[in-house]
């Protein structure tokens, strides 16, 4: 994982991630420190972008596909921010290059067997174990009602989820029809002798498309988030503009719905935290967020229990409870978040900088002092992007002596 931070006002936007990647393996898992995160999205414009979670695209680093991206046709000026981002996801969906479709649908498809390998299979195999255990013994025709209610248990959670950026809902199925010779070789690998009804083998195509195209459960190691900011060309407060890509299918790249951030008159700065947050949020709102949570769901209980003593109570408890978190929200604002922002609002250039670096370092601190791995850590890179200036680097660790690799440098001029 990661700490990434951006922070805008009206003069330019801050930029700051840290170094740490982890790398996970058979025999366990490694954290290294000297990972880039923070790029410049093109050698010329007003723009930075940063990656969090996977280190890769497809298996191909993202720092190789964000540099091969500056030397293609989509990297030239747009009139705004998210025309940047679009350009860039146009490229993404289109460079087979990188990864042709045969190996990104094959990418696609591993991720659904690991699902169901990790998820599903293990589900079933804990409910055959409860049922041995309370009657000690069980007939395939037990096995196959229990398989098929865990799988469909998993199908109905996820089709809860909203779809990805650009899916219609009754679009997902005759993915699972066109994909379904695949879906049913991932199904038998992973289930092998495992009886299953015709019912469930149906659920499973349906749940590994609703997987790819819903904002459902991903593995950590599976997720990556991407965050552009900048200007554009007509853009004269910074904004932001944050996805997350998942599946590319047939020269598509789903991905979440992108939130876009701008600083306006209205809203003279922003502070944003991305991955590993917990620290931000409680810095900005004045209480950890899931302490926060625990309190709400104490009182919840409370009012739970009033409510069972006395049901004449019944009426008003839900009121007062969002009363409660409204006064929370508005406590919150009022002490703590209203204060930073003013004050970000009016910082120069180099204390915005110094805030984003030190929000990083306050997450990896916390990381170091507590039993949480250290996930976070290493050197934080550090840039500022505005209008007049562009994108400038405050701190940038290299893996090489940049005195002996002036060419390195003359790139940029």
Request: hydrophobic letters at 40%; proline letters at 6%.
């Amino acid at each position: 994982m990661t700490a990434e931070i951006v922070i805008m006002n009206k003069s330019c936007v801050a930029l700051a991630a840290d170094s740490a990647v982890t790398v996970t393996g058979p025999s366990g898992s490694k954290v290294y420190n000297s990972a880039n995160k923070l790029f410049m999205l093109t050698k010329t414009d007003s723009v930075g972008v940063m990656i969090y979670g996977s280190a890769q695209y497809l298996g191909m680093p993202w720092e190789t596909v964000i540099k091969d991206f500056r030397e293609s046709p989509e990297a030239k000026t747009y009139e705004h921010l998210e025309d940047y981002a679009n350009a860039f996801i146009r490229y993404v969906s289109s460079a087979d290059h990188l990864c042709d479709s045969a190996a990104a649908r094959e990418w696609a498809l591993a991720f659904i067997g690991g699902y169901f390998q990790n998820v599903v299979l293990k589900k079933i195999e804990d409910a055959v174990s409860e049922r041995i255990l309370a009657k000690g013994a069980i007939t395939e025709t037990q096995s196959k009602l229990l398989a098929n209610r865990v799988i469909r248990n998993e199908l109905d959670a996820i089709v809860k989820a909203p779809p990805l950026h650009g899916v219609d809902a009754k679009d997902i199925d005759p993915l699972a029809r066109r994909l379904s010779k695949e879906l049913d070789t991932a199904t038998g690998n992973v289930f092998q002798k495992l009886p299953l009804s015709a019912l469930s083998k149906t659920a499973l195509r349906r749940l590994g498309a609703n997987l790819l195209l819903r904002q459902g459960p991903w593995p950590e190691h599976a997720v990556t988030g991407v965050v552009i900011a900048g200007f554009g060309r007509c853009d004269y407060y910074p904004r932001s503009f944050h996805f997350m890509p998942r599946a590319r299918l047939d020269g598509t790249l789903y991905h979440t719905t992108p939130e876009l951030q701008s600083v306006s008159d209205g809203q003279p700065a922003v502070v944003q935290a991305f991955a590993q947050h917990e620290m931000v949020r409680t810095f900005l709102e004045g209480i950890d967020p899931r302490f926060r949570q625990a309190v709400s769901a104490w009182v919840g209980k409370i009012m739970e229990g009033l409510t069972a003593a006395v049901p004449q109570l019944a009426p008003i408890c839900p009121p007062i409870l969002g009363d409660f978190e409204k006064a929370m929200d508005e406590l919150s604002a009022r002490e703590f978040r209203n204060d930073v922002i003013g004050t970000v609002s009016i910082l120069p250039k180099d204390e915005l900088a110094a805030m984003a670096e030190s929000l990083v370092n306050l997450t990896s601190f916390k990381r170091r002092v507590t039993m949480s791995p250290e996930s976070v850590g290493g050197p934080i890179d550090v840039a500022v992007v505005s209008k007049g200036d562009g994108f400038v680097w405050i701190k940038r660790k290299h893996y090489f002596e940049p005195e002996l690799n002036p060419h390195f440098f003359a790139r940029y001029q």
